[in-house]
């Protein structure tokens, strides 16, 4: 299947929600990452889902996402390839421990589904959403950020390249423009 | 603490004796010094920093090497700022990995500020309410029974909690350059470097 096939943002052949998340755990596993940790979002449940149930990627839940950092860093120096999922106001809880991946220059991947923004309706989810990138770009993370469907499955392609061939440290935002807004 | 009678340099080098093919993470300050002084070894990754992380690092990569023992060599201060790791380590269960807390009650590094296990709060008792094998030690026969515990069996993730006297010993200082380090673990390991 090529990229822009992947990146259809059909509805699933269940139409039981969007394809991507299905599309991204394909381009995890044609990665060769066998290694997630996550606190959960709303926007990753698909996703988790797939990753959890496959008896070849183990899977950590976290109390706090600054732990995923510390377990993928650790994960690689033993030569295991780690994504991390979270939602952006975790990325705020992460900070410190980006220095971990960014002085041993240890791979990372983050994919981030993004709050705060379009359409929120909770504003104590703005200040993080607000600042999630420029944090990530402080701490020496580069950002890819997805608005469109069509985009994010090459983006989490192209990362995952960027993190575990060239040593990088690297975050997808996944906008909440493309998840569409929590519905109460 | 009345009950710390153990010097923290005799103990971890007695804890790293005739250690085999383990690997060792270190957490930032003095546990860093002290396994730098029992003998500089490919198989320790030392953190200078990531406080809260040391024992995560060995989470990851315990799972990523599940056939090697590793063993994480951190301090009060430190684990305390990755509490809720324990838990994820409880949950993870990896059969490979022993957490060692080298409990002197202070943020030695700080100027020897009471921590919270030295204002009361029993570390081990919060790994055993995670779901950890956990028992604090107060000697060396303790020391040899955490030994063992690396050596003859890997049954779970258990937590140490050594109880040593609150001082500044020496600096022993290991290399600092992270890449080094972990290019340094992943070689000996077979792993690439570049």
Known sequence: MSSAERASGAESAGGSGPSWPGEIYRVLKDAKVSHMSFVPD?????????????????????????????????????????????????????????????????????????RGEWAEFNPWQVPMGSATEPCLNAMGIRTFRAERIEDLVPMVGSAARLAYEADGQVAVLISQRLLGAKTW | MADATLDRRPAVAALLKDRGDLLVVTGLGSPSYDVHAAGDHPGNCYLWGAMGGAAL??????????????????????????????????????????????????????????????????????????????????????????????????????????????????????????????????????????
Request: charged share 20%.
């Open chain 1, 42 to 114: 709303a926007g990753h449940t698909r996703l988790i889902e797939l990753l959890a149930a496959d008896p070849d990627v183990t899977t950590n839940v976290l109390t706090t996402e600054e732990e995923g950092i510390a377990i993928a860093a650790g994960a690689w120096l033993g030569g295991t390839r780690s994504v991390v999922l979270m939602q952006s106001s975790g990325v705020g809880n992460c900070i410190n421990m980006l220095s971990l991946p960014a002085i041993s220059r240890s791979p990372l991947l983050m994919l981030v589904t993004m």
């Open chain 2, 57 to 194: 690092v060995g989470l990851g990569l315990a799972q990523a090497q599940p056939s090697r023992t590793v063993l994480v060599i951190t301090g009060d201060g430190e684990q305390l700022m990755g509490i809720g790791g324990l838990a994820t380590i409880a949950i993870a269960k990896p059969k490979n990995l022993v957490l060692c807390v080298l409990d002197n009650g202070h943020f030695g590094e700080t100027g020897m500020q009471r921590s919270h296990t030295g204002l009361g709060l029993d570390l081990a008792a919060v790994g055993r309410a995670c779901g950890l094998a956990a028992e604090t030690v107060t000697d060396m026969a303790g020391i040899e029974g955490i030994r063992s515990r690396l050596h003859e069996r890997r049954d779970g993730p258990a937590l140490f909690v050594v109880r040593v006297r609150a001082e500044n010993v020496s600096r022993s200082l290991p290399a600092r350059d992270a890449v080094y380090l972990k290019n340094r673990v992943r070689g000996s390991l077979g792993l690439p470097v570049s």
